[in-house]
C-alpha cells in the first residue's frame, strides 16, 4: 500500500492550492489529511467516508477546505482556498478502513509522504 501525496507549493495569502494523494492498493473506507506545522504536532485537517457523502474538518479550517474523493482514480483532494501564512506545513494523507470518521492520528493505518505548502503574506 502507498499513498502518494502531491501539489503543495509556494503560495501568496489569499491563494488557492488543491492537494492530491493517490493510493495504491485497496480502496480504504476513510481518508483523511493531516498537517504539521514546524515545531508543532501534526494536527488533523479533514476526513472522508468511502461514499464521500460524509466529511468532517478540523477546526482550523473554517470552510475554507474542502475534501473530496474519486475512487475510480483512488485519489482524495483538498481543496483549500483563500489561504494564510498560518496554513505552512507539511500535509499528509491518511487512511484507515474502519468505517467511522476519525480525527485522531493514532487511528490511521496508512501513511503519505507529505506535501509542504508554504504560503506568504
Known amino acids: 500500500v502507498q499513498l502518494q501525496a502531491s501539489g503543495g507549493g509556494l503560495v501568496q495569502a489569499g491563494d488557492s492550492l488543491r492537494l492530491s494523494c493517490a493510493t495504491s492498493?485497496?480502496?480504504?473506507?476513510?481518508m483523511a489529511w493531516f498537517r504539521q506545522a514546524p515545531g508543532k504536532e501534526r494536527e488533523f485537517v479533514a476526513a472522508?467516508?468511502?461514499?464521500?457523502?460524509?466529511?468532517i474538518y478540523g477546526d482550523s479550517d473554517k470552510g475554507r477546505f474542502t475534501i473530496s474523493r474519486d475512487n475510480a482514480e483512488n485519489t482524495v483532494y483538498l481543496q483549500m482556498n483563500s489561504l494564510k501564512p498560518e496554513d505552512t506545513a507539511v500535509y499528509y494523507c491518511?487512511?484507515?478502513?474502519?468505517?467511522?470518521?476519525?480525527?485522531?492520528?493514532?487511528?490511521?493505518?496508512?501513511w503519505g509522504q507529505g506535501t509542504l505548502v508554504t504560503v506568504s503574506s
Open positions: 472522508i467516508n468511502w461514499s464521500g457523502e460524509s466529511t
Open positions: 492498493g485497496p480502496t480504504f473506507n476513510t
Open positions: 491518511a487512511a484507515r478502513q474502519p468505517t467511522v470518521l476519525s480525527r485522531w492520528r493514532g487511528s490511521y493505518t496508512y
